[in-house]
T-cell receptor
Framework: KAGVTQTPRYLIKTRGQQVTLSCSPISGHRSVSWYQQTPGQGLQFLFEYFSETQRNKGNFPGRFSGRQFSNSRSEMNVSTLELGDSALYLC??????????????FGPGTRLTVL | AQTVTQSQPEMSVQEAETVTLSCTYDTSESNYYLFWYKQPPSRQMILVIRQEAYKQQNATENRFSVNFQKAAKSFSLKISDSQLGDTAMYFCAFIRGNQFYFGTGTSLTVIP
């Protein structure tokens, strides 16, 4: 089975721009969760999508949004980029909701740099 | 308040030796899952081991084992016979409600 894939792997944007990241889960997985990883804050939960619906949301501003398609692929959008948004964005998939499934499988991440 | 605490930002161990990484967590729930994830320099996060809170027996996965102390809310990871490939960032994680919470990680270096 193919693992979780994320595109693009690297992005460079400037302040004020917006960006869309994509995540394709493992086949058969219906949940996709997104995380932001920074050296200072570690991994922080952004949100989780299951069956095209946002089920859980972390403590991030409304500039961070996402969606999930019928094939379980998910996109994350960040509008009006700020320097502090520079981070590694990880997505993870699981068969059911992350809180119910016994584990998540992570993608390689998208490295976003905001200049 | 920190939900998952890893008090050792960096650790090192000699190859073939044993090392223990600490983790404490906070919850009022009685049943939950705990995890250790490994993130090598290539950045792909992979699951090392998981523990179900209702199981008293400590989980073991080859050279990796945990010491789960439910009352103390402690979940340490022991790596035996350390190998160079064990060099990575290790994250303790915990599910509370419907969210995963991660510690800030312990950077482990295995010294040849």
């Amino acid at each position: 089975k193919a693992g979780v894939t994320q595109t693009p792997r690297y992005l460079i944007k400037t302040r004020g721009q917006q960006v869309t990241l994509s995540c394709s889960p493992i086949s058969g997985h219906r949940s996709v969760s997104w995380y932001q990883q920074t050296p200072g804050q570690g991994l922080q939960f952004l949100f989780e999508y299951f069956s095209e619906t946002q089920r859980n949301k972390g403590n991030f501003p409304g500039r961070f949004s996402g969606r999930q398609f019928s094939n379980s692929r998910s996109e994350m959008n960040v509008s009006t980029l700020e320097l502090g948004d520079s981070a590694l964005y990880l997505c993870a998939s699981s068969t059911g909701l992350a809180g119910v499934s016994d584990t998540q499988y992570f993608g390689p991440g998208t490295r976003l740099t905001v200049l | 308040a920190q939900t998952v605490t890893q008090s050792q930002p960096e650790m090192s161990v000699q190859e073939a030796e044993t090392v223990t990484l600490s983790c404490t967590y906070d919850t009022s729930e009685s049943n939950y899952y705990l995890f250790w994830y490994k993130q090598p320099p290539s950045r792909q996060m992979i699951l090392v081991i998981r523990q179900e809170a209702y199981k008293q027996q400590n989980a073991t996965e080859n050279r990796f084992s945990v010491n789960f102390q439910k009352a103390a809310k402690s979940f340490s990871l022991k790596i035996s016979d350390s190998q160079l490939g064990d060099t990575a960032m290790y994250f303790c994680a915990f599910i509370r409600g419907n969210q995963f919470y991660f510690g800030t990680g312990t950077s482990l270096t295995v010294i040849p």
